[in-house]
């Protein structure tokens, strides 16, 4: 007579495994507008050479002379005297300017 035990299952071990790669998500950078902190959704970045400002959706990646700005801060963004401002609207084909 051989008593057939039923196999115990096991619970599966906590996978503490430390979060492997996280990527950035919306509220994981904030607005860089002094005093606002709210979730920044679009990237500023300045071509100096050029005069040209351009604002898209949020970069992947932070780079440094670039700003993120909140939806409210994205709206006021007035460019300031002789420079260009550009405007990515997601969805929409980026422009790209050569120089
Ligand atoms: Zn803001």
Redesign the pocket.
Known sequence: MSSAAPREETPDSNADDGSPSRAPGPGDRL?A?VA?G?PAVATLTADYGGSVMAVGPLSPERTPPALD??P??RDRLTPPAGWTLVRHDPGREPQEFSQ
């Open positions: 607005c507008r606002c709210a700005l909140c409210k801060h």
